[in-house]
């Protein structure tokens, strides 16, 4: 087996609404081996390698219904077993995880594979260590090569796993807030490698770093680590607080262990975890060792008095005592038996226990701490202790180093749980720890005694959310509820658009309307993403990573994003939900890339963004594809638009009280509607809106319903709508490369950036609607990448609009292709559909082919370019000057001309080209060139200037 290629979707995709990884398999020989061939033999040996498997439910919804699947007279094949060795190693790694499926593909023995993952890099490893493993239980003919021994040691690999896991892995109690958001339905983002979480979107944004939040004072948290100020402070307060003294030399520890009185504590000045915690010492030898081990974590040790009592970890939250624990070192209980490290094995079997914080405990290691306290009481791990004798193999009761814990909130005594409060906010942390030492945490400290020995910033919440012993305690919610009180938003709102076509001047046209609003709008779009109107990031910007950058800022009270196929097909989405989702149109664009054959594909990869619509899905009742979408969402609301007012299905949609925008014809032009639960509102006409140029860009309309549909549902007031709508064009500043009109030349240019067919022919009839008194000039192109039959399309649609005069060029970047091959394709698409030759010119370069046409253009002509580089073509089109260039034009060769072109009459050799008579319509006469390296620019007869050397 072998791993061809493996795609990570963060987010909702076309597999899952949860991040999933995809495996794209070669099965290669073992497609001819599936489990039924391999045997009893290999079913069991993997089931005794990972025995969880027996609990996978497969298709049969139940335990055992893999094991039934592998047992079956067809069995299974390995893609599929990969597939649940997969989610089963990160199970033992305690990721709890369960989807999976696994699809044949077009290709014989090659299986997409997918299966759920929390940590990117984990689940990409589970596949790894999945696929090794299964090669070591394969007979030893079906082995790769370098699995060809027997040495893979399993325990090895598995436990090396679990660590790679865990060192990846949320800490638990960032874990349990991460959990308790969740069930709040509060999106959340990890920030960076270890515990630095985002709670919510945008503006309403909270963040933590395990149990520091954005609240949390500094000054506290400096205070808390600060154990002799704490000590100071809590002592001034009344406060039980055990005698203390920060010392710097061993031997100043010894003089205030004797000043205080033996047994004494030493422990580092800024520790945590009990790591370098000494207790109980009772000599000066004693005190010295303890102060050089609490050395090796503080430049300054604490001395403290001893408190003879119950370790008890008590948790404030926002003022209130939210769960008590009674913590125990790390032990076991002789049984007159066994031995020591017998026993130790014994509690380590306890299926609670694990490795790191895998488990809601962890397994008791017999290492240096462990044996040396051992030999303080004379015992080593061979010796069997009498029944009932507890031997403590830690000093410290943390749950990290095999401690156990017993919930007490529900027995602690009133003024003991006041007296935590209180030291809490003594320090001034929103969250806190307070350690206490108690012989009764039922009785008041101030009858039985008791101390507390430190308070902690960032305590953890492992203990309380799975003790030992007693009831859980939900100290996470208690979290949750004091960033985000009853009622509080979370996350901001956010749009989701994408579409074949439309899907860039919509979302501006939407962000614009919210901005008019009043609202700071993040904006992603293919040429960056802009925060409030600026743009802090340039490129193509429509995929989850740029999502995740909008809803990270802090600045932003709405969301717009632009989604594309590429970031869907490539990494899905950002966000698990949207409140607006629309698909504005599904037409031949991209096919035959990434997987995706037909529109039907293609429209189940864009219709993830209403599948995962809370509020509102916004449908094109005038795509067949799109309209199929309404049952796939499970929004509040469909909302249609439709530009056919006498649309069947919107009819009836309306008169059930949905939600519907639609074009109402009027005396004076076509009227944008809304319908809502029976409310018919009359929004804008048509010629009002400056993107339409005067309602003729009819496509512009439809995006601007798109626009006045999502902005409706998001509760954007009908005013603000109409003022967004009215003050929106389509000048480069605001939409570039979408329908910009440059009329400060003699002649008019469009300017879009269309690149299939169905774009290419929007804009074509945009031209012959507007009554162009002169001639209409194209700039054509198409992206390499597209198949033969798109870009023989989109020649079609051009000839269809029968242009006076077209250029055909090629974008920068060939995408895979020749040259010349693009121009070339749609020439010949240009000829076949009855354009004649002297009307076609080839010119393969962008900028010269911009220039060329320039030139060409009269008074009252319209031009019409087709871009790619949008800013430079732009700047191009601006510095114009027709005066000056009246002087010279480009030499082109004609389409004619080309060899390798697939036309009907035999083209002729590209080195016997005689010079042509230019088209009557230039200023001067044009040199025709049979070669594409061998573009020039004549000033005059005296002489010729290069202007660029293309590369062939």
Known sequence: MDILDKSVYVGPSHYAHFPVIRL??????????????LGRDFIDALLVALPGLNE???????????VRRMSEDEGTWMGHVLEHVAIELQNVAGVKVTFGKTRGTSRPG???????????????????????????????????????????????????????????????????????????????????????IQLGYGCHQQR??????????????????????????????????????????????????????????????????????????????????????????????????????HDHRMLVVNGELVAVSKREPGKVVGDGVHTIAELVVKVN???????????????????????????KGGLTPASIPAAGADVYLRLTANLSTGGTATDMTDVVHPDNAEMAVRAIQAIGLDIGGVDFLSPDITQSYKDVGGA???????PGFRMHAAPSEGRPRDAAGKVIDMLFPK?????????????????????????????????????????????????????????????????SDPAVEVAVLETDRGGLLRAGMAMRHVDVGAVLNIQPDHLGQKGIETLEQLAAVKRTIVEVATDTAVLNADDPLTLRMAAYTDAKHVCYVTMDPAHDVVREHIRAGGRACAIEAGVNGHMITIYDHGAHIPLLWTHLIPATLEGRATFNVQNAMFAAAMAFSMGVRLEDIRHGLRTFDTTFFQAPGRLNVYDEHPFRVLYDYGHNAHAVSALCQLVNRMG?????????????????????????????????????????????????????????????????????????????????????????????IFADALARGWKQIVNFNAVERESHVPVARPARSVARAAVTEEAPADDGVPAQTPPAHHPMPITWSSRVDELVLHRDARGVIPAREAND
């Open 452 to 458: 507390v020995c430190e308070v902690n910033a960032a």
């Open 772 to 864: 162009v008194k002169g001639r209409r000039i194209c700039v054509l192109a198409a992206p390499g990448d597209r198949r033969d039959e798109d870009i023989h399309a989109i020649g079609a649609v051009a000839a269809a609009a029968d242009f006076d005069a077209y250029i055909c060029r090629r974008d920068d970047g060939p995408r895979g292709r020749g040259v010349d091959d693009v121009p070339v394709m749609l020439a010949n698409a240009l000829r076949v559909n009855g354009i004649p030759d002297e009307r076609i010119t080839l010119i393969v370069d962008e900028q010269a082919a911009i220039d060329a046409a320039l030139c060409m253009a009269r008074p009252g002509d319209l031009v019409l």
């Open 24 to 37: 794209v398999l070669d099965l290669g020989e073992l497609e001819q081996w599936p489990t039924s061939r």
């Open 208 to 309: 933590i770093q395990a149990t520091i939040t954005g609240r949390t004072s500094h000054v506290a948290v400096e205070l808390a680590g600060d154990k002799e100020e704490t000590n100071r402070i809590l002592s001034r307060l009344g406060l039980p607080v055990p005698k203390q003294k920060l010392v710097q030399t061993a031997e100043h520890a010894v003089a205030a262990a004797e000043r205080m009185g033996y047994p004494v504590v030493t422990k580092p000045y800024n520790g945590n975890h009990g790591r370098g915690v000494s207790i109980s010492l009772t000599t000066a030898d004693e005190v010295t060792a303890g102060f050089t081990k609490a050395l090796e974590h503080s430049r300054s040790v604490i001395v403290e008095s001893f408190i003879v009592g």
């Open 110 to 196: 090659v299986y997409d594979v997918v299966f759920e993952y929390e940590q990117q890099e984990v689940g990409i490893e589970a596949a790894h260590v999945a696929l090794d493993l299964l090669h070591s239980l394969l007979p030893r003919a079906l082995r790769p090569a370098g699995h060809l021994d027997d040495a893979f040691d399993l325990i090895a690999r598995r436990d090396g796993f679990i660590r790679y896991a865990q060192r990846r892995a949320l800490g638990p109690s960032t874990a349990s807030i991460v959990h308790a958001a969740e069930k709040r339905g509060i999106p959340w983002l990890r920030l960076n490698d270890q515990s630095l």
């Open 56 to 66: 996978h439910g497969c298709s049969y919804g139940e335990p055992g219904g893999f």
């Open 487 to 551: 009622d509080a938003p979370s996350t901001v709102p956010i749009a989701a658009i994408t579409g074949t076509n439309g899907k860039t001047t919509t979302p501006r046209l939407l962000a614009h309307i919210h901005k008019l609003a009043g609202k700071r709008v993040g904006l992603t779009t293919t040429d960056g993403i802009y925060i409030d109107g600026q743009r802090t990031v340039e490129g193509d910007m429509t995929g989850p990573t740029s999502a995740r950058i909008v809803l």
């Open 349 to 375: 079997a306890d299926p609670r226990r694990g490795i790191g914080h895998e488990k809601v405990l962890t397994q008791i290691e017999l290492d240096h701490q462990a044996l040396t306290l051992l030999s």
